[in-house]
């Protein structure tokens, strides 16, 4: 059993039942394309007790590997630890790799990260963005893995797939099939968004306590919107919970809150549904500027005008120092109004 990451409320216990079998697929996948092997060192910058952490964890003690740990993240603590340690593989989440291109260049330059093959993020979404500054700023070792406490390891998407299409999640693994379906529960085909659905060995058994996801014909309900393309590549839009429906156009924040972080002037970003009296919904986007930087929202308004559809531009900004996240670095939607008292306009500089 394994906690969910409680992002939408309490976290949950997800029960599995054991048996090797049902997991070889996956294990064979990571092994053959990740460079993963027997006796290499491994920094796990993940908490232990989550899925991700704890799925490494034993991972590298199965294949006699050294371990290394830290009680906190620390960003420049993990690159010193990837020099001092001569890491080979790094466990990660996406907020911690933007953390990690934001250690200053010379910094980065002056320890040497030879040893450094692979970096696997999962957790949260990874973004084209954020997959594209981190190959260039640490070369193709980033490999990005999707799955959930629910369904397992769903799919990964190695640095050449990231290098094709940045924003992909990947292909399933062994024995993993993906279906995307549509609202009358009939499977749509490629480029058709949809309710990502899969079938593997790693689904869980229940919630620990009662409930389950739906299931079709075998496929268990990941809870996120996607595609899949021509070439069987899963792209996710978001997570199903998340969808805005403002004046009656589906907005799914991801989109929104990847184009925001790309901002010069942004760290990070996240972006919700306030109730509105004229369209039902509108989007609220809570904003963490660059220290030392000054960050206007008529600025922001028009750089997203470019690069997202006129009506997935926020209405209201709120700056503030920081997003409320649990231990994996999830942001916290249902705690974000309590970041501000209010919503601020104008000229905000970053601390």
Same mark, same amino acid.
């Not at 907020?95 to 999962?122: C, F, H, I, K």
């Not at 590549?233 to 919970?241: H, I, S």
């Not at 005008?305 to 503030?320: C, G, L, M, W």
């Given at each position: 059993?394994?906690?969910?990451?409680? =992002?939408? $409320? /309490?976290?949950? %216990? #997800?029960?599995?039942?054991?048996? *090797? @079998?049902?997991?070889? +697929?996956?294990?064979?996948?990571?092994?053959?394309?990740?460079?993963?092997?027997?006796?290499?060192?491994?920094?796990?910058?993940?908490?232990?007790?989550?899925?991700?952490?704890?799925?490494?964890?034993?991972?590298?003690?199965?294949?006699?590997?050294?371990?290394?740990?830290?009680?906190?993240?620390?960003?420049?603590?993990?690159?010193?630890?990837?020099?001092?340690?001569?890491?080979?593989?790094?466990?990660?989440?996406?907020?911690?790799?933007?953390?990690?291109?934001?250690?200053?260049?010379?910094?980065?330059?002056?320890?040497?990260?030879?040893?450094?093959?692979?970096?696997? =993020?999962? $957790? /949260?979404?990874? %973004? #084209?963005?954020?997959?594209?500054? *981190? @190959?260039?700023?640490? +070369?193709?070792?980033?490999?990005?893995?999707?799955?959930?406490?629910?369904?397992?390891?769903?799919?990964?998407?190695?640095?050449?797939?990231?290098?094709?299409?940045?924003?992909?999640?990947?292909?399933?693994?062994?024995?993993?099939?993906?279906?995307?379906?549509?609202?009358?529960?009939?499977?749509?085909?490629?480029?058709?968004?949809?309710?990502?659905?899969?079938?593997?060995?790693?689904?869980?058994?229940?919630?620990?306590?009662?409930?389950?996801?739906?299931?079709?014909?075998?496929?268990?309900?990941?809870?996120?919107?996607?595609?899949?393309?021509?070439?069987?590549?899963?792209?996710?839009?978001?997570?199903?919970?998340?969808?805005?429906?403002?004046?009656?156009?589906?907005?799914?924040?991801?989109?929104?809150?990847?184009?925001?972080?790309?901002?010069?002037?942004?760290?990070?970003?996240?972006?919700?549904?306030?109730?509105?009296?004229?369209?039902?919904?509108?989007?609220?986007?809570?904003?963490?500027?660059?220290?030392?930087?000054?960050?206007?929202?008529?600025?922001?308004?028009?750089?997203?005008?470019?690069?997202?559809?006129?009506?997935?531009?926020?209405?209201?900004?709120?700056?503030?120092?920081?997003?409320?996240?649990?231990?994996?670095?999830?942001?916290?939607?249902?705690?974000?109004?309590?970041?501000?008292?209010?919503?601020?306009?104008?000229?905000?500089?970053?601390?």
């Amino acid at each position: 059993m394994i906690l969910t990451s409680g =992002t939408t $409320g /309490a976290p949950k %216990g #997800a029960a599995r039942k054991p048996g *090797f @079998q049902s997991q070889s +697929g996956a294990l064979r996948t990571l092994l053959t394309r990740v460079p993963f092997r027997a006796g290499c060192v491994v920094l796990v910058a993940p908490p232990l007790f989550h899925g991700m952490g704890f799925a490494y964890l034993n991972l590298s003690m199965f294949l006699g590997s050294t371990v290394v740990v830290r009680r906190r993240f620390d960003p420049r603590a993990v690159l010193e630890d990837i020099a001092r340690h001569r890491a080979s593989v790094v466990i990660a989440v996406p907020s911690m790799l933007r953390q990690l291109l934001d250690v200053p260049e010379p910094v980065r330059a002056n320890l040497d990260l030879s040893s450094l093959r692979a970096v696997l =993020t999962s $957790g /949260a979404s990874l %973004g #084209a963005e954020l997959a594209t500054k *981190f @190959q260039a700023a640490f +070369g193709p070792c980033l490999f990005n893995l999707y799955g959930s406490s629910e369904i397992g390891f769903g799919a990964i998407a190695a640095p050449a797939d990231l290098l094709a299409a940045p924003g992909t999640v990947g292909y399933p693994p062994a024995d993993t099939e993906i279906r995307i379906f549509g609202h009358d529960g009939q499977p749509l085909e490629a480029g058709k968004v949809g309710w990502v659905f899969l079938r593997s060995g790693l689904a869980f058994s229940g919630y620990v306590g009662g409930g389950s996801k739906e299931v079709i014909d075998g496929f268990m309900d990941s809870g996120d919107v996607g595609r899949l393309d021509a070439a069987g590549r899963l792209f996710v839009d978001g997570r199903a919970d998340d969808l805005v429906i403002s004046g009656g156009e589906k907005v799914y924040p991801a989109e929104v809150e990847e184009a925001l972080a790309s901002h010069p002037g942004i760290t990070e970003a996240a972006v919700v549904g306030v109730p509105d009296e004229r369209f039902g919904q509108r989007l609220r986007a809570f904003v963490v500027p660059r220290p030392g930087v000054a960050v206007r929202e008529e600025e922001l308004r028009a750089y997203l005008k470019d690069r997202v559809a006129r009506f997935k531009v926020p209405r209201d900004f709120v700056f503030v120092g920081e997003l409320p996240k649990n231990a994996l670095g999830k942001v916290l939607r249902r705690d974000l109004d309590r970041t501000s008292s209010g919503i601020v306009t104008g000229d905000i500089e970053g601390h």
